[in-house]
């Protein structure tokens, strides 16, 4: 059938909404000589993603006095990134239905998860989608109503669905819309540098958070310093894709990890991040998951001299393995230690980033099938393992060229490089092995609430994930949690708007600590600071990491902030003062991934999940056609690590590492109605002693 173009337009170039005018700032503090504006409300949402439109349309809905302000009204990955059918994961609402215990277990397969997050995420997805549907998300369906489902990466049963590579972009524009037609408030392009607190019956509690804004900026307020004081705050400010070289991320997502180290708070899980093929932040960043190598396309580098090389005919011993294996990339697509063994398809990841370091550029050619391995038969769809046969024989994918495999299966792919001036069906498109999601983050009880009271987290600023995610986990992961922690705030009557102004004095030490890091004059420029940072985590914490080279990268990085302590961050024009701080928060990050990495490997962690710790002396040697791959030689994961996550936090310049069980569910015990009814009218479900 062919797709007519308007709903292929609809689908990829997804417009979004326009913001309503900011509100006025309604009060001002002065501080030392600074005059800042002050916004209060009850809560303030830091992120306009799936995740924090989410939580605030939530909250408010509620009646929760809630505010929005983010860096970037329509940046970020929610709205940004995508693959052939970004996927969201989702209770299989088709066939036969689901168990959400048995989804649970799938979610948390990768072992070092808390068991109730995941049965959590399980059977809250079931809202999570409903609700979306209910907004406007085109999410396919049969004639029945049954939701369209197909399999993906960690997952067995086919939970995943999806709208088309923009699933995210257009989950983003309806709860954007619904977060306008409610009124929230909302200030763009305002970034968030510090939360501050005040003390409240001997403790300190969550006051407000202080951010920069460009349009803020005065005589008396050279940075644009703004205040927005509230007693609840939900970091959903995305994951920290600034920290690599080499990433699928869009450019300027710095997430919120170092901003939550600045404030004391626990991260857990740095340990684990995925790592996957797709093309580039310098050009157009997607993932090529699915069906982009679904069609097998015919995967070659160049050197310097434009020589071509055949290269992935060196690892896999017959012209079938090679060719199902990168079709496995279309639902095994993030790095797996293990999967390099036994010639699967993470020897596919390996032998590209191998490409990549001896200076050669990796594409794909969709308009030529796979080169035959020498010596063996050619490409043939005759000849393909069971698996891949009955996937495309499904499809009806039998067409001669990927060109014609991919137009067949998934036309959309091919649109939405066009969108970018890329067009895949005439020219060869470069790819690599890049950095795409942080599975750790900001430690979070069962209401996404972290170790600081009136602090919460979702969406990739959560620390929910384990060492694997089924894809589409982390979009759902956003929904459910989002949806949870405006439970949780408005369970506990926090989203009322403060009665008294913030008091000067819990704003001058975080003032005075931002202007000892805002120096024009150092001699360590925020751009040295990105490409160190990025440089040692893309070369020293990627998917090849040796225990040297991780614990050298952790002194180094611990330096890089010695010297920022020291001499400050210089920039070139005052407008950039943001940008400074979130470097200089990013070097936190890094710090921080570092020294959780060392501590695991330095405990005898072995390779999961995203990274293959090699040492010569490693159980596992991967094997290629060529002979052993020696260099690539790894440890195996003990398996009591799965039961247990690595917490960091930061306290008086030192990195703090410890850690903890996985949190347990009990999978026996049932709700039973009448019991359980008062629990939760009167809101004490919310409460920690809660018992589940
Ligand atoms: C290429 C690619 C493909 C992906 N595919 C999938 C997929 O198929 N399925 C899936 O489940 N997941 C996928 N992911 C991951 C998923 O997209 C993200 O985890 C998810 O979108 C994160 O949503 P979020 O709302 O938490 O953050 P984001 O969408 O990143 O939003 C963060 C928001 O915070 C703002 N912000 C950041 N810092 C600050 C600050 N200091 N102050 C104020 N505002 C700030 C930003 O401007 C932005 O509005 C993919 C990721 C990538 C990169």
């Known amino acids: 059938m062919t797709i007519p173009h308007t709903i292929l337009d609809r689908l990829t170039d997804v417009e979004m909404p326009r913001?309503?005018?900011?509100?006025?700032?309604?009060?001002?503090?002065?501080?030392?000589?600074?005059?800042?504006?002050?916004?209060?409300?009850?809560?303030?949402?830091?992120?306009?993603?799936?995740?924090?439109?989410?939580?605030?349309?939530?909250?408010?809905?509620?009646?929760?006095?809630?505010?929005?302000?983010?860096?970037?009204?329509?940046?970020?990955?929610?709205?940004?990134?995508?693959?052939?059918?970004?996927?969201?994961?989702?209770?299989?609402?088709?066939?036969?239905?689901?168990?959400?215990?048995?989804?649970?277990?799938?979610?948390?397969?990768?072992?070092?998860?808390?068991?109730?997050?995941?049965?959590?995420?399980?059977?809250?997805?079931?809202?999570?989608?409903?609700?979306?549907?209910?907004?406007?998300?085109?999410?396919?369906?049969?004639?029945?109503?049954?939701?369209?489902?197909?399999?993906?990466?960690?997952?067995?049963?086919?939970?995943?669905?999806?709208?088309?590579?923009?699933?995210?972009?257009?989950?983003?524009?309806?709860?954007?819309?619904?977060?306008?037609?409610?009124?929230?408030?909302?200030?763009?392009?305002?970034?968030?540098?510090?939360?501050?607190?005040?003390?409240?019956?001997?403790?300190?509690?969550?006051?407000?958070?202080?951010?920069?804004?460009?349009?803020?900026?005065?005589?008396?307020?050279?940075?644009?310093?703004?205040?927005?004081?509230?007693?609840?705050?939900?970091?959903?400010?995305?994951?920290?894709?600034?920290?690599?070289?080499?990433?699928?991320?869009?450019?300027?997502?710095?997430?919120?990890?170092?901003?939550?180290?600045?404030?004391?708070?626990?991260?857990?899980?740095?340990?684990?991040?995925?790592?996957?093929?797709?093309?580039?932040?310098?050009?157009?960043?997607?993932?090529?998951?699915?069906?982009?190598?679904?069609?097998?396309?015919?995967?070659?580098?160049?050197?310097?001299?434009?020589?071509?090389?055949?290269?992935?005919?060196?690892?896999?011993?017959?012209?079938?393995?090679?060719?199902?294996?990168?079709?496995?990339?279309?639902?095994?697509?993030?790095?797996?230690?293990?999967?390099?063994?036994?010639?699967?398809?993470?020897?596919?990841?390996?032998?590209?980033?191998?490409?990549?370091?001896?200076?050669?550029?990796?594409?794909?050619?969709?308009?030529?099938?796979?080169?035959?391995?020498?010596?063996?038969?050619?490409?043939?769809?005759?000849?393909?393992?069971?698996?891949?046969?009955?996937?495309?024989?499904?499809?009806?994918?039998?067409?001669?060229?990927?060109?014609?495999?991919?137009?067949?299966m998934n036309p959309l792919a091919i649109e939405l490089y066009r969108r970018y001036k890329v067009d895949i069906a005439k020219d060869p498109l470069e790819f690599a092995v890049n950095n795409q999601h942080m599975n750790g983050g900001i430690a979070v009880d069962i209401w996404g609430q972290s170790n600081c009271v009136g602090l919460y987290a979702v969406g990739e600023a959560a620390g929910t994930h384990g060492v694997t995610r089924p894809g589409g986990s982390a979009l759902n992961a956003g929904q459910v949690f989002g949806t949870r922690a405006a439970e949780h705030i408005s369970g506990h009557g926090m989203a009322i708007k403060p009665q008294h102004l913030i008091d000067p004095n819990c704003i001058k030490d975080a003032l005075l600590s931002l202007e000892a890091i805002l120096k024009a004059d150092s001699p360590l420029h925020y751009s040295d600071i990105r490409k160190d940072v990025q440089a040692r985590m893309s070369d020293r914490a990627g998917i090849l990491c040796t225990a040297k080279e991780v614990h050298d990268a952790r002194i180094e990085a611990k330096e890089l902030n010695a010297r920022i302590s020291t001499h400050g961050i210089a920039y070139d024009r005052i407008s950039e003062a943001g940008r400074v701080l979130q470097w200089h928060q990013m070097a936190l990050v890094s710090e921080a991934v570092l020294a959780a990495l060392d501590h695991y490997i330095s405990h005898g962690g072995g390779s999961r999940g995203a990274r293959a710790i090699c040492d010569p002396a490693g159980e596992i040697t991967p094997m290629a056609r060529s002979g052993p791959l020696t260099d690539y030689c790894f440890v195996v994961e003990k398996d009591e690590d799965r039961k247990k996550q690595i917490l960091v936090h930061l306290q008086d310049d030192a990195f703090l590492v410890s850690e903890r069980e996985n949190r347990s569910f009990d999978e026996g015990k049932r709700s039973f109605f009448e019991r359980d009814w008062p629990a939760w009218l009167t809101g004490s479900i919310y409460q920690p002693s809660s018992d589940l």
């Open 19 to 408: 913001l309503p005018a900011e509100p006025h700032f309604q009060e001002q503090i002065k501080v030392a000589d600074t005059i800042i504006p002050v916004h209060q409300s009850g809560a303030v949402v830091v992120g306009s993603g799936a995740a924090g439109l989410r939580a605030a349309v939530e909250l408010h809905r509620r009646d929760g006095n809630v505010t929005i302000l983010s860096q970037s009204a329509w940046g970020g990955t929610s709205a940004c990134s995508g693959s052939d059918k970004q996927t969201l994961h989702t209770a299989n609402s088709s066939d036969q239905g689901d168990d959400f215990k048995e989804m649970a277990k799938a979610i948390r397969a990768g072992g070092a998860m808390d068991e109730d997050t995941a049965y959590i995420e399980a059977v809250g997805s079931v809202r999570s989608m409903a609700s979306l549907q209910f907004l406007g998300l085109p999410l396919p369906q049969d004639q029945l109503g049954g939701t369209l489902r197909y399999q993906t990466d960690h997952d067995e049963i086919g939970r995943a669905t999806s709208c088309g590579p923009r699933t995210s972009r257009l989950m983003v524009k309806v709860l954007a819309q619904e977060a306008i037609r409610l009124g929230i408030p909302f200030f763009n392009q305002t970034i968030c540098v510090r939360i501050l607190f005040e003390e409240k019956d001997g403790e300190q509690v969550v006051a407000g958070l202080l951010a920069v804004r460009p349009k803020a900026q005065s005589k008396d307020n050279p940075f644009g310093f703004v205040i927005f004081q509230s007693s609840s705050i939900i970091l959903a400010a995305g994951g920290p894709g600034e920290l690599y070289r080499d990433s699928v991320f869009p450019n300027g997502c710095f997430g919120s990890l170092g901003l939550a180290l600045q404030a004391g708070v626990e991260l857990v899980n740095l340990t684990e991040s995925q790592f996957g093929i797709g093309t580039r932040r310098e050009g157009f960043p997607w993932n090529l998951s699915g069906t982009y190598v679904q069609v097998m396309p015919h995967i070659y580098s160049l050197d310097d001299e434009d020589n071509e090389h055949h290269f992935l005919a060196d690892y896999y011993r017959s012209t079938q393995e090679m060719v199902s294996n990168i079709f496995r990339k279309g639902y095994q697509w993030p790095f797996h230690a293990t999967r390099m063994a036994d010639f699967q398809s993470s020897l596919v990841d390996l032998a590209v980033f191998c490409e990549n370091q001896k200076g050669r550029r990796v594409f794909m050619d969709f308009n030529r099938n796979p080169l035959p391995v020498p010596g063996d038969l050619p490409f043939s769809l005759e000849r393909l393992d069971e698996d891949v046969s009955l996937y495309l024989t499904h499809a009806k994918a039998d067409q001669a060229l990927p060109i014609d495999r991919l137009r067949h």
